[in-house]
């Protein structure tokens, strides 16, 4: 009988330790649809397209016996940006260390930044279109090429240069410039500039709009929305800081409705990815990483 019982309880340690094996190898067992977005924020069949997308970037396998799977890194970095946990509380999520946990955000992020212009890239011409008719109908306000603005990540004071990435809000960030279309999808993004650099002078170095001004990039009649933050120009209209007449007040009433678009579109964002937002804390990286871990979530972000 001791036997018995003996030989039950290696069963029983055995099948625990595959499952834990099992777990830690495929999360795509491991949860329902239901859990696998509450967790990863993606669904499935998304998780299995952007895993095939990133696997040749990804460094092969090593001979170790317990290399991780492409699949578990993905995971391990999906629920990183989602939550912005603790390296060792994402560790302890799926049975690894935590510089295992730094090695696969480092590998992911590489990974989605190396196809992060399949995932956002200005428009066709028959997109912009398409654009153009959303807005419009969504808002009344006509010929909308996109809203832009500016908004930051906060991170750790950087032991280098401290004092430029201290933004007006008197936190230190990276400021990102987004573009955004009629169903809240980033269609440019600018990520590398401190948090003190003004919305202006980063639109005027962008890429898009020194590619714009260049006719390196053909856009059809019509404009981009910004605030009062951004200049004036033939292809970025402002609000009128004041309105008189009825006609102005209709024209701010329509503008500042529709420019929430790129307000929406980055509330959502950041809800999906909450390492992004200060609510998920502030990221302990350098700037030149945290630049790399923002455009990840913004492409995993349009993947949605």
Avoid at 9 to 35: C, H, K, M, W
Avoid at 38 to 58: A, G, P, Q, V
Avoid at 64 to 86: D, M
Avoid at 177 to 188: E, S
């Amino acid at each position: 009988m001791a036997s018995l019982f003996v030989l039950l309880e290696l069963e029983i340690g055995s099948l625990r330790r595959q499952r834990i094996f099992r777990d830690r190898l495929n999360p795509l067992d491991a949860y329902t649809d239901v859990e696998f977005i509450s967790r990863y924020r993606i669904r499935r069949e998304m998780f299995l397209e952007l895993h095939d997308k990133i696997e040749t970037f990804m460094s092969r396998s090593t001979s170790r016996s317990h290399s991780l799977s492409v699949t578990t890194q993905l995971a391990v970095t999906l629920q990183f940006l989602a939550t912005g946990s603790f390296q060792t509380v994402v560790a302890s999520a799926h049975g690894i260390s935590q510089p295992s946990v730094s090695n696969c955000v480092r590998g992911v992020t590489d990974a989605l930044c190396s196809i992060a212009k399949e995932y956002i890239q200005f428009p066709t011409a028959a997109r912009q279109m398409s654009m153009q008719h959303g807005f419009m109908e969504k808002f009344g306000f006509p010929k909308v090429l996109g809203c832009i603005d500016g908004t930051h990540t906060p991170i750790v004071a950087p032991s280098t240069n401290e004092a430029i990435y201290v933004n007006r809000k008197s936190f230190h960030s990276i400021k990102v410039q987004a573009i955004c279309d009629d169903v809240f999808k980033f269609i440019d993004v600018v990520v590398k500039w401190p948090g003190s650099t003004h919305d202006a002078f980063i639109w005027r170095q962008s890429g898009i709009n020194l590619k714009i001004t260049s006719k390196e990039i053909p856009i059809l009649d019509g404009w981009f929305l910004g605030d009062s933050g951004y200049p004036l120009r033939p292809n970025l209209m402002t609000p009128l800081l004041s309105p008189v007449t009825p006609r102005e007040r209709r024209y701010n009433r329509a503008f500042l409705k529709t420019r929430k678009t790129i307000e929406c579109t980055f509330g959502i964002w950041k809800s999906r990815w909450r390492s992004m937002d200060k609510t998920g804390g502030s990221l302990c990286y350098s700037p030149e990483r945290v630049c790399k871990l923002i455009l990840s979530s913004m492409v995993l972000h349009n993947l949605c």
